[in-house]
């Protein structure tokens, strides 16, 4: 689930992040936990060749069910994931049940022979799971992540939901307004609305032309017996693929398959379909609507999955082309002529296909240079080919990709399963990936971009503002991997033993300049992960938006180095470095492998010495943040949120809106943005919090002249201000071309200072919101069908903060969720707090505390907030102890206190027609 819970934990509109991760959200919503074999760059996150995996090769196994099982061993970690996929998708629906498949994934959930409606959440809830559900064109996988002890419980659980769901007309019926509010929310989404027009024209018989999610009209009017027919067709064992990932008896693992998932065999249905005619010419698709600024995608058919020699060059190719700064499209369409908010290209995998496809956002009036520009530089490929640089450089940044996703047990099972199932249960598709890349030559790169790439067979797709007008010589010019949304079925988390070993390996000191080094020995993963936190953020500017500004232009150029200089070394050695902006504090994270640790380092100290801020970069970054806005306007929920937030903290950094920082960019200078960097950037302002194989004392001894600045010392806490709450209620509405309506309901609360009742509110948050079995979902989704994503949100901040309800909704139901926010509120201030209720949610912070600290990037980036915080690097103890400590009178005694105060209802519906 996308859950708007994460959109404003830290920072509802984050102007500075890059701008085409909108589009990078999408994927990972469509995609949700899907480790893809063949992928754009955008998508290494799912990428997960490990030296943690390479400890034990993983085993195939065959049932005698017909059922294909992977066993993955990863000595001495404390988890287990087990992950099932069924090889059946929307590729096996008609036009009649257009959407089954993925509703099923919701039904399986409403209780099975064994257990009832509700059971799984809740034995899963408190043993700390995490536990999820994705529904593709060509699969549907469901996927339970629990310690290794549970391993029994996780098999029982699931093969129970999935061989003897119950699917009660009654539950189904109520879950038919849950998926038709998820179509509704899709059809809000510009990026979903882009991608899916473009497929539209690359597949029109083949059934990939289906949209995974559904059609509103068939999800409305399915009956039982169609669902249960679909169900009894595809769902046996001899259709399925078990992969689990962790530390694990092999032999009472696949012992505990065969017992949980015993059925006769079944004959599978050969599902082949005629492969879809490749197109014969450009074909464009252009629609209008409420748009702040213009979408464009530009797209290919590609090749099947098992073709894996043109389909690696092609993963390659969309890494040459559109991938990072180096990348041609970049240099040609961003670097040179700032022609674009965003650009980069990707090649989405599919069982009987591919998609390597361009996407753009822009200026509408840039419209028809940008798609000749897309066109020359493919055609440039396509009559020169690459470097022997260029194609070494893409093949560096797939690698260092699967390094950088090592270090989850869930990522490990996704992966696995994904190649498995796509790739006819054939483990080598997983085992061999990197070495199969490393043997792709340029002439490879060459003959796909002639084959593939051919911009007289391309597809188009373009989303204008309505107001826009695109001449008639634009209209018909001629030119010289999607899944559906998963559910959310998110639930908190488990909480992995630590060692004493691992828990002795931290140091803290304090440099000869007087930054706070907190450095941690992690030696269960080849990367080295650094943050660097600055104190104050945007509390130091008196113009909202200058530290926006440099975290788009720190990397940009030094004194030694230019941008691209800076880029090529970077993406060469597979180094990322991403400043950020907060409200509390400017935030530098570095991830880098063991190997090139020195290298990382060394950029890392030159930006932070000598970052020179070039009058043209300053100028393109302030154009990228405007730009970006248009873009959050595009977004229903980041609306609402924006409107909350600016009203509960008027005039700071906590509520500065978009509106603030559209009026504030035009006025930044350069000179704003270097006297913040030459007045902060100092070591007595600073936190670095490093975790990874490194050896303690030689981490100290670089880090301890690492900047030589003295600049003015920051004192955080006299950004605190007391808590005071808001003087009189008020509602704020605004309109806009939207299918369903944001309701969100904010109370000003205050954050981490007030320990005690930062850890009760967060145990009202996790009671109110935390998973499956809590109350906003439970009372108003799984009973009332209110709603496809309801909850709550409580950041955590240096000073104070709020506390939101929110709900995407009918628009019919607009005064009905308000009033059942105000029950639920009332609830908690009347009525105690049940104990198994408690402890259950309770539970769920406990594993959300383990969680957080999984990755080293993770660590690095908790410990050293908290430490800026002013709570001690170690906090997370602490907090735990909090956390256990919250009784039944503590959650009414503050819900009074704080929810019985003024409050501010954020509200966007849609425009009458």
């Known amino acids: 689930m996308v859950n708007l819970g994460s959109l404003i934990l830290v920072k509802s509109i984050e102007l500075s992040a890059k701008i085409h991760s909108l589009f990078k959200d999408l994927i990972h919503a469509l ?173 029109k018989q083949h059934p990939y032309k289906r949209e995974v999610i559904g059609s509103a009209k068939v999800i409305s009017t399915i009956s039982r017996d169609e669902v249960m027919d679909f169900y009894n067709t595809w769902y046996t064992p001899s259709n399925m693929t078990t992969v689990i990932a962790g530390d694990f008896d092999k032999n009472e693992a696949l012992t505990l398959v065969g017992q949980y998932f015993e059925q006769d065999k079944k004959k599978n249905i050969c599902s082949k379909y005629s492969k879809e005619p490749d197109l014969t010419k450009i074909e464009t698709k252009i629609q209008k609507g409420k748009y702040s600024t213009a979408y464009l995608q530009m797209a290919f058919k590609g090749t099947e999955f098992k073709n894996t020699k043109d389909a690696y060059a092609l993963d390659l190719l969309s890494v040459i082309l559109g991938q990072g700064n180096t990348s041609y499209l970049y240099k040609a369409l961003k670097e040179n002529k700032n022609l674009v908010t965003y650009v980069d290209a990707g090649h989405y995998s599919l069982r009987d296909s591919s998609v390597f496809y361009i996407s753009s956002g822009l200026n509408s009036q840039n419209y028809s240079i940008v798609e000749n520009e897309i066109i020359h530089q493919i055609s440039c490929i396509r009559s020169k080919g690459v470097s022997a640089e260029e194609l070494q450089r893409a093949k560096n940044i797939l690698e260092r990709s699967y390094i950088y996703g090592n270090e989850s047990v869930e990522d490990i099972a996704n992966s696995i399963g994904y190649n498995m199932v796509l790739g006819g249960d054939n483990i080598s598709y997983y085992k061999d990936y990197i070495c199969e890349i490393k043997k792709i030559s340029d002439k490879d790169i060459l003959r796909v971009a002639q084959q593939y790439l051919d911009p007289n067979k391309m597809a188009v797709s373009l989303l ?78 008196h113009k909202p938006g200058v530290c926006d500004v440099l975290a788009k232009t720190l990397t940009r150029g030094t004194k030694t180095q230019s941008a691209s200089q800076i880029a090529e070394l970077l993406e060469n050695n597979g180094i990322i470095i991403s400043p950020a902006s907060n409200p509390d504090c400017f935030q530098i994270s570095m991830k880098s ?55 509960m903290y008027p005039n700071s950094p906590y509520g500065y809106s978009m509106r603030d920082i559209k009026k504030s960019i035009p006025t930044i200078t350069r000179a704003d943005v270097a006297n913040y960097y030459y007045s902060y950037f100092a070591p007595q302002n600073m936190v670095i919090s490093v975790s990874g194989d490194v050896d303690v004392k030689q981490v100290q001894d670089k880090f301890d002249t690492f900047v030589s600045r003295t600049g003015k010392p920051v004192a955080m806490q006299s950004f605190r201000t007391p808590f005071k709450p808001l003087e009189l209620s008020s509602k704020l509405m605004t309109k806009k071309r939207t299918q369903s309506a944001w309701v969100m309901l904010g109370y000003r609360v205050p954050s981490i200072g007030d320990e005690k009742d930062y850890a009760t509110l967060k145990v009202i948050n996790s009671i109110l919101s935390g998973g499956m079995s809590s109350r906003l979902f439970v009372d108003m989704r799984e009973r009332k069908g209110l709603a496809y994503e309801v909850g709550c949100s409580y950041p955590s901040f240096y000073g104070n903060s709020y506390f939101v309800f929110y709900i995407g909704t009918n628009p ?39 969680l957080s600290q999984e990755t080293n990037a993770q660590r690095a980036s908790q410990r050293g907030r908290y430490e800026i915080y002013q709570k001690g690097y170690n906090f997370s103890d602490k907090y735990e102890k909090l956390i256990e400590s919250v009784t039944g009178d503590d959650i009414m005694k503050t819900a009074n206190k704080y929810f019985k105060q003024p409050f501010v209802t954020s509200i966007v519906e849609p425009i009458e027609d």
Not at 611 to 637: G, M, T, Y
């Open 31 to 203: 995609c949700k936990n899907i480790s893809l074999k063949k992928t754009a760059l955008m998508m290494v996150c799912f990428f997960c060749f490990t030296q943690v995996a390479f400890c034990s090769e993983p085993e195939v196994f065959k049932l005698p069910s017909g059922q294909t099982v992977v066993l993955k061993q990863i000595p001495n970690s404390k988890l287990v994931c087990v992950d099932t996929w069924v090889k059946t998708g929307s590729i096996n629906e008609n036009d009649t049940n257009s959407g089954v498949a993925h509703f099923l994934e919701h039904l399986f959930f409403k209780g099975s022979s064994k257990y009832a409606a509700g059971d799984f959440e809740r034995i899963l809830d408190g043993k700390g799971a995490v536990y999820n559900a994705a529904t593709s064109k060509d699969f549907t996988h469901f996927y339970i992540t629990i310690k290794k002890q549970d391993l029994n419980l996780a098999l029982d659980l699931q093969s129970n939901m999935l061989l003897h769901p119950s699917i009660p007309q009654e539950e189904m019926d109520r879950e038919r307004n849950v998926v038709i509010e998820e179509i509704n929310r899709s059809k809000d989404n510009p990026n979903s609305i882009v991608f899916q027009n473009m497929n539209s024209i690359l597949f």
């Open 464 to 541: 204008l503002p309505e107001k826009d007008k695109i001449s008639q010589a634009q209209d018909d010019f001629k030119p010289m991997h999607i899944a559906s949304k998963s559910t959310g079925l998110l639930t908190f988390n488990y909480k992995p033993e630590v060692s004493p070993a691992c828990e002795s390996s931290f140091a803290k000191s304090t440099t000869k300049g007087g930054a706070q080094l907190i450095v941690e020995k992690n030696d269960t993963a080849d990367i080295v992960a650094v943050e660097v936190f600055i104190k104050g953020g945007e509390f130091l500017v």
């Open 593 to 647: 492998t063991q190997e090139d640790f020195d290298k990382a380092f060394g950029v890392l100290c030159d930006i932070l010495n000598n970052a020179n801020f070039p009058e043209k970069e300053v100028a393109k970054a302030k154009k990228d943040l405007l730009d970006s806005i248009k873009f959050q306007q595009d977004i229903p929920q980041n609306v609402a949120i924006d409107m909350l937030k600016s009203k």
């Open 812 to 850: 019919k139901n607009i005064g009905l969720v308000q009033k059942e926010f105000k029950n639920e509120i009332n609830h908690l201030l009347t009525q105690p707090v049940g104990e198994k209720e408690l402890e259950l949610a309770k539970q769920r912070i406990v594993g959300y505390i383990a």
